[in-house]
């Protein structure tokens, strides 16, 4: 049992507060925001929209379409008690779904990219990808994006969803094949299921918008 007053449950508190900003077709239609803003990328069927419900401990606030792929939007949604907003959360568009016209695919991506490339508010990515089926090509060109990015000081961490489908030495196997894909970059397990990964993500993001220092880490996932 997390204690109340502890960092996790200050930060878990924090996410709670998560409520419905804005919706934007398009980059220009986003608002400026001028406070830190955290990204949530991933495929149709990672599980991010289940990811950010269980961070924020609300059952609908990202809604998953009935049709994989089909929700082209970024929404974003923001944080902070009071009704102040100090941090914002961005939900892009699931990619890589097979039944979304071409068309479409190629224009998202360009948008994610325009996005992920020159949001000036944005402090970290999150992106999920379910370890079943490893970082695909999509993912792949998604990390070369805003690798330079991530050499200026983006934090990147890559969550691996459904964990509660692994066992221990899949597990382990998923972590190390993501770190290597992802050049040292940060890894975690997560289970919306078993709650694995649930305190340790929700430090971190606070942690990105707040300042490194505010708490104490949590121990990282145990080396393979």
Not at 65 to 88: M, W, Y
Not at 125 to 136: F, N
Request: a positive charge; proline letters at 7%.
């Amino acid at each position: 049992m997390t204690s109340p007053s502890s960092p996790a449950a200050v930060a878990l508190g924090w996410l709670h507060t998560a409520r419905f900003l804005t919706t934007a077709p398009r980059l220009e239609f986003l608002p400026p925001v001028g406070v830190p803003e955290v990204a949530f990328v991933g495929r149709s069927n990672a599980g991010k929209s289940t990811c950010i419900n269980t961070l924020t401990q609300q059952k609908r606030l990202a809604f998953a379409s009935k049709t994989p792929g089909r929700t082209q939007a970024i929404n974003l949604f923001a944080l902070g008690k009071q009704g102040e907003t100090d941090a914002v959360l961005a939900d892009l568009p699931g990619y890589g779904y097979a039944a979304v016209p071409k068309a479409d695919k190629i224009r998202w991506q360009q948008v994610m990219a325009n996005y992920l490339v020159t949001r000036e508010s944005l402090r970290g990515v999150v992106m999920l990808c379910d370890p079943r089926h490893g970082l695909t090509e999509l993912d792949d060109i998604l990390l070369e994006v805003i690798r330079p990015r991530v050499e200026q000081g983006l934090k990147l961490l890559v969550l691996l969803t459904k964990a509660d489908k692994l066992n221990r030495a899949e597990a382990n196997k998923a972590l190390s094949i993501a770190r290597l894909q992802t050049a040292g970059g940060e890894v975690k397990l997560f289970s919306a299921l078993k709650r694995q990964g649930v305190e340790e993500t929700a430090l971190l993001l606070w942690q990105w918008t707040h300042g490194a220092d505010d708490h104490p880490a949590l121990p990282a996932d145990p080396a393979p």
